[in-house]
């Protein structure tokens, strides 16, 4: 999906978050990571939307999982293996 051409509010980002065992949130240097069965929706929803009201970009679904935002620190990690799923 191209967030670009098609707008992922809340209710509709939370629809699909829902299903990833682990979200990774990206806002600046802050990265967070959230249990999408555990933790609050709306904290998660406050980390992920961006101002706009969309899904923040980059989102990548990553096995059962998803990185969203940018840290260029966030995806060397996960390139090395110390975030795998």
């Known amino acids: 999906m191209d967030a670009r051409k098609e707008k992922f509010d809340s209710g509709a980002a939370w629809t699909r978050l829902q299903g990833g065992e682990r979200i990774i ?7 967070q990571i959230f249990d999408s069965k555990t933790d609050d929706r709306e904290t998660i929803l406050k980390s992920v939307m961006g101002p706009s ?3 923040r970009a980059p989102t990548l679904k990553i096995k059962e999982g998803f990185l969203i935002g940018f840290n260029s620190d ?12």
């Open 25 to 31: 949130a990206a806002k600046g240097k802050k990265v």
């Open 74 to 85: 966030l995806y060397e990690r996960w390139i090395r293996g110390e975030l795998a799923q």
């Open 53 to 55: 009201g969309n899904l």
